[in-house]
């Protein structure tokens, strides 16, 4: 059988659905073979001396690992020049980064987390990348741009994906119209397309959170976490699996695979209660892929993809998959 690949697909999308703005196109294929770039960095591993830690810290006081640096470097570099972007923000930044007005300005607002997972390249296992991709407000001048523009509601995302660098190299992509994956063919360079119009399986009992943090949840959380627990010796009646590998990234695409649910939710570790993750380069983008394969995305309370970004580098609660799953977690009253 012969596969399409991702150029042969945008420029289908293009044509046919005239759903693809040129510009859109160009973005993605940057961000993907960017993402070959870091896949070639990555599997390198000591060999390339990309492992381990910097002295340095993010804005959020993690410690950087030198992958971060490297990745975030590779798409800074990658988008800056082909005149698709306005301007990008990044989890590893403080602040956005503009493209140089030597360069044309472009329509769109790239985000992303470079390396999402960190804590678990040293130990090979697997990490991605995840981007989201807005509109830069029209009447604006690249220089014009600011942090303001870049929060706007996951709704107003017209694209997000992610890379997951495992023992296969995959591109996951939503344009608004179903999610697709493509597979790294490393001899070619391509990406092929292996999967589309991807929808959960429902009604998988597996579920994914890090139990460490338990004496930290809500009622509501704990509720549905020791009924699995319980399983067929509970009120549920059945037994559940419980997966967590520590990177969002592949726990959420093992579920758009195989179904259940995946949860990092507000804690009480920290006043506000809110979550570990990135409203901007996490929950929303994962949120829009989710909700495009039939499952639901939410905080705890509130769909995430209506959530009001206040600040770039702000944190939600994530309760995504099958939705009766993140309904049994939440109540039904998420909307
Ligand atoms: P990042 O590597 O971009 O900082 O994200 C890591 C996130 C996420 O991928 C994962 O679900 C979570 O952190 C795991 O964190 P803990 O091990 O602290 O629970
Ligand atoms: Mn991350
Ligand atoms: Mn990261």
């Given at each position: 059988m012969k596969r399409k690949t991702l150029t042969q697909f945008l420029i289908e999308q293009q044509r046919e659905?005239?759903?693809?703005q040129p510009q859109l196109r160009l973005l993605i294929e940057v961000v993907a073979r960017s993402c070959k770039a870091i896949s070639h960095s990555i599997s390198k591993g000591a060999l390339g001396d990309v492992l381990g830690s910097l002295d340095s810290e993010n804005v959020q006081g993690e410690v950087q690992k030198k992958l971060d640096v490297i990745a975030n470097e590779m798409l800074l570099e990658a988008n800056e020049?082909?005149?698709?972007?306005a301007a990008m923000a990044s989890e590893e930044m403080e602040t956005i980064h503009l493209v140089p007005n030597r360069y044309p300005q472009g329509e769109y607002l790239l985000l992303f987390d470079?390396?999402?997972?960190?804590?678990?390249i040293d130990v090979d296992l697997s990490v991605g990348t995840i981007f989201s991709v807005l509109r830069a407000?029209?009447?604006?001048?690249a220089q014009d741009v600011t942090e303001a523009d870049f929060l706007?509601?996951?709704?107003?995302?017209?694209a997000a994906g992610y890379a997951v660098y495992g023992p296969q190299t995959i591109l996951v992509l939503t344009l608004g119209a179903g999610v697709h994956e493509f597979t790294l063919d490393r001899e070619v360079g391509s990406w092929v397309m292996t999967d589309t119009n991807m929808m959960i399986p429902m009604g998988k009992r597996e579920f994914a959170i890090n139990m460490s943090n338990a004496r930290q949840w809500s009622p509501e959380v704990t509720r549905f976490i020791n009924d699995r627990i319980a399983?067929?010796?509970?009120?549920?009646g059945v037994d559940y699996n419980m997966r967590w590998t520590g990177s969002m990234v592949a726990d959420v695409h093992r579920i758009l695979k195989r179904g259940g649910v995946f949860l990092y939710p507000r804690d009480a570790?920290?006043?506000?209660?809110?979550?570990?993750?990135?409203?901007?380069?996490?929950g929303n983008p994962m949120a829009m892929l989710i909700e495009q394969a039939g499952g639901a995305a939410t905080d705890g309370e509130t769909r995430i993809m209506i959530i009001e970004p206040s600040a770039l580098h702000q944190r939600v609660g994530v309760i995504m998959g099958d939705p009766t799953e993140v309904e049994a977690a939440t109540g039904p009253n998420s909307n």
């Open positions: 659905a005239g759903t693809l020049w082909g005149g698709h972007l470079p390396i999402d997972g960190s804590s678990n407000p029209k009447r604006v001048e706007q509601k996951g709704e107003c995302q017209v399983g067929d010796a509970g009120d549920l570790r920290k006043a506000g209660k809110v979550g570990k993750l990135r409203l901007m380069y996490e």
